[in-house]
């Protein structure tokens, strides 16, 4: 995830990444700053749709949430 992150215009840095495993499948929160003249809710969507695709191509696990918290603009 922080990989994407840094390819996305916009994302100043990852600060977290945490993980819960159910059995059927896998919650992901990801804790961000952002940029200041970035466009956030578009950014948010794109670091999420290109964060589960790459974890759902990489393993075998299905992603039920991929949460994006932005804890600030820099």
């Known amino acids: 995830v922080s990989c994407t992150a840094e390819s996305i215009e916009g994302v100043k840095d990852v600060i977290r990444v945490t993980a819960?495993?159910?059995?059927?499948a896998l919650e992901i929160s990801v804790i961000v700053n952002m940029?200041?003249?970035?466009r956030i809710v578009d950014i948010a969507k794109e670091l999420q749709q290109k964060s589960v695709s790459m974890i759902e191509e990489m393993t075998a696990f299905n992603i039920k949430?991929?949460?994006i918290e932005i804890r600030g603009v820099l």
């Open 35 to 38: 940029e200041r003249d970035a």
């Open 65 to 67: 949430h991929l949460n």
């Open 20 to 24: 819960d495993k159910s059995i059927e």
